[in-house]
């Protein structure tokens, strides 16, 4: 089952992994170590094969069907491993009690194996509803025969009819937004550029039934294949949100599993990601992207950021329940095209914010928690294993906010009877250092804490009510629990 409450996740890779088809025997080999740190559950990158073969960080699909034993796009394993490295890991990592999430890429496909000629309409690229011209012959890469695979597992072919456009003409090697002449981009998608149906490569018609039926015969391939427990869905605010909806219900009817799922709708704007939730019936959760930019904008404003709004317009404050928060990912990262890399001081508070508190779904990123060699960053693994104790053991009870100083926040968890020395209080500035008075409750009533993070020496005591006056640095964090724990 997936574990919402206390649960973590793991980002289980970067974007500059080297391409050595190593890291599905290197995180076998992790296993054991990831559950007894805390991971509940991780995020796998994408399994499948894509147009730069090897080299490909997975987001390029070419055949969903080629896990790594085909070969196809110029070797057998795929960036990560080989078939049966993955289907290992993934036994590995349910024997050790994570729960384990397939990233599933729908939307586009690229790497086609010939062109076809299409009629197509250039459109423009700010507003996708305005055709510019009239249809046009183009040569599309849109034909995808997998002679690899030889029609194992399954034997669709892919073709123009079951695209929108594609954005490169072969004939005259130009660069347009071609939508397919006879094709209407799919509604109910993010309305940025007019209609943001259109992310890359060709587009995935999810209009066509038999598009619907391969993806849906595929999903339940997949999950019967390599007995993943759910999924990370790329790019949904480029397709249909009923699209998913039905898509999951009838994997999960199928399977009879849960089928955790969290979506990738990159967007600041609350209003588009809410409605998205509503329209999906909150069948899948969302990543938290605008509390990611709040994270980047406070961390880059030198202490003008007012910390009483970190969690203002955000799915973690208005659906708790539908929210994986994050700090960072393969897309923030430096070198990246969304590169909003949360500066380093801003880290502990950052994981703070998600790892220690009751609301949201954390997720960890494999460059916190492993580094990322490629721009030489040093891990936070120390502070994370912390935090990830903390919130394994002591993060119970009732949680109390203190968001009442425009730099220094807090809050306080209670604790509970069922948890030894369980509760805790979490102090941070954005700028000069300072105290507040917190109530952590009775459950830590006459007793001393520490801040575990080392930050500040000194101790705090705990009056008979539950009271304490805590402490953080400037631009720092503090976290404090009873001086019993030691971690
Ligand atoms: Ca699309």
């Known amino acids: 089952m997936f574990k919402q409450f206390n649960g973590v996740m793991l980002q289980c890779f970067e974007w500059y992994l080297p391409s050595d088809a190593s890291l599905w025997k290197k995180l076998t080999r992790k296993a054991p170590d990831l559950a007894e740190s805390?991971?509940?559950?991780?995020?796998?990158?994408?399994?499948?094969?894509?147009?730069?073969?090897?080299?490909?960080?997975?987001?390029?699909?070419?055949?969903?069907?080629?896990?790594?034993?085909?070969?196809?796009?110029?070797?057998?394993?795929?960036?990560?491993?080989?078939?049966d490295e993955y289907l290992n890991l993934v036994k590995t990592l349910k024997e050790n009690n994570?729960?384990?999430?397939?990233?599933?890429?729908?939307?586009?496909?690229m790497g086609a194996d010939e062109t076809e000629e299409v009629l197509a309409i250039v459109e423009n690229p700010q507003n996708r509803n305005e055709d510019l011209g009239?249809?046009?012959?183009?040569?599309?890469?849109?034909?995808?025969?997998?002679?690899?695979?030889?029609?194992?597992y399954s034997d669709f072919k892919w073709n123009w009819t079951h695209f929108h456009g594609v954005d490169w003409d072969a004939k005259e090697n130009k660069y347009s937004i071609y939508k397919f002449y006879g094709k209407n981009w799919d509604k109910l998608v993010d309305t940025e550029n007019g209609n943001f149906d259109y992310l890359m490569?060709?587009?995935?018609?999810?209009?066509?039934?038999?598009?619907?039926?391969?993806?849906?015969?595929?999903?339940?391939?997949?999950?019967?294949?390599?007995?993943?427990?759910?999924?990370?869905?790329?790019?949904?605010?480029?397709?249909?949100?009923?699209?998913?909806?039905?898509?999951?219900k009838e994997l999960r009817d199928d399977s009879k599993k849960e089928l955790f799922a969290v979506g990738e709708y990159w967007s600041q704007n609350i209003d588009s990601i809410i409605n998205y939730l509503k329209n999906t019936d909150f069948s899948l959760n969302l990543f938290d992207v605008p509390?990611?930019?709040?994270?980047?904008?406070?961390?880059?404003?030198?202490?003008?950021?007012?910390?009483?709004?970190?969690?203002?317009?955000?799915?973690?404050?208005?659906?708790?329940?539908?929210?994986v928060s994050f700090v960072d990912n393969h897309d923030t990262q430096p070198g990246q095209a969304l590169s909003s890399w949360i500066a380093p001081w801003f880290k502990p508070i950052a994981y703070a914010l998600t790892l220690l508190r009751l609301q949201g779904y954390p997720c960890v990123f494999y460059g916190d928690y492993f580094g990322i060699k490629?721009?030489?960053?040093?891990?936070?693994?120390?502070?994370?294993?912390?935090?990830?104790?903390?919130?394994?053991?002591?993060?119970?009870?009732?949680?109390?906010?203190?968001?009442?100083?425009?730099?220094?926040?807090?809050?306080t968890i209670s604790g509970d009877k069922e948890h030894p020395n369980s509760g805790l209080a979490v102090i941070l500035s954005n700028k000069d250092g300072g105290s507040k008075q917190m109530n952590v409750g009775k459950n830590l009533a006459n007793s001393i804490l520490y801040d575990v993070t080392n930050n500040l020496k000194e101790t705090v005591y705990i009056d008979n009510d539950g009271n304490g006056i805590f402490y953080t640095k400037p631009g720092s964090v503090s976290v404090w629990i009873k001086k019993e724990v030691s971690i």
């Not at 994570?98 to 496909?109: G, K, P, Q, S």
């Not at 009239?134 to 194992?152: E, H, V």
């Not at 912390?386 to 394994?392: G, Q, S, T, V």
Request: include cysteine.
């Open 291 to 323: 509390l990611h930019y709040n994270f980047y904008n406070a961390s880059i404003s030198n202490g003008t950021f007012d910390m009483r709004k970190i969690f203002d317009n955000t799915i973690t404050k208005l659906y708790p329940d539908k929210s």
């Open 374 to 411: 490629h721009d030489n960053i040093n891990p936070i693994t120390s502070t994370l294993d912390i935090y990830l104790y903390i919130r394994k053991n002591l993060c119970y009870g009732t949680q109390t906010d203190y968001f009442d100083h425009p730099n220094i926040i807090g809050w």
């Open 98 to 109: 994570i729960y384990v999430l397939a990233d599933v890429v729908l939307n586009h496909r």
């Open 134 to 152: 009239t249809a046009k012959p183009i040569s599309a890469w849109t034909k995808y025969n997998f002679p690899g695979r030889n029609n194992k």
């Open 38 to 83: 805390g991971f509940t559950s991780v995020w796998l990158p994408p399994s499948y094969k894509c147009a730069d073969g090897i080299k490909d960080t997975g987001y390029a699909v070419y055949d969903l069907y080629d896990l790594g034993e085909f070969d196809q796009k110029g070797s057998v394993p795929t960036k990560y491993g080989t078939k």
């Open 201 to 248: 490569g060709a587009d995935v018609d999810m209009n066509n039934v038999d598009v619907v039926n391969e993806l849906t015969n595929w999903g339940k391939w997949y999950i019967n294949f390599t007995g993943v427990d759910g999924f990370r869905l790329d790019a949904v605010k480029h397709i249909r949100s009923d699209f998913f909806k039905k898509w999951l």
